[in-house]
């Protein structure tokens, strides 16, 4: 405690004994600006810390993603094919192969031509 917080206690009434109670209290629970510094490294030390993890997380599921979105990618490029193969099938009147995964696509009924009459 400063001597000019001490001066301003005993004016305002304080016996010495309080001013020397109250002294020693902000002594011993009071943080000093070290104290102070002290935590504040320490924070900025774990702040770093977890950001760095973060970044490193973040890196991980980007990698993730893009293997995920490739192999889909793949898939969907392999399936397409398959589906194209089928509809040129289709189309000249073989009958498309079935797969297990491809979507099958059957030939509608033929349809007349000439138009009908609706009753």
Partial sequence: MSAS???????SGFTQE????????????AASKADLEAVAHRLE???TDVRNELKADIAEARTETKAGLAET???????????????IRWVVGLRPRRRKSAIFISRPARRSLTPTTSR
């Fill in 18 to 29: 309080q001013v020397e109670a109250l002294a020693e209290f902000m002594d011993t629970q």
């Fill in 5 to 11: 917080a001490i001066l301003k206690l005993q004016r």
């Fill in 45 to 47: 030390t774990k702040i």
């Fill in 73 to 87: 990618k793949a898939d969907l490029k392999a399936e397409m094919a398959a589906v194209r193969v089928d509809v």
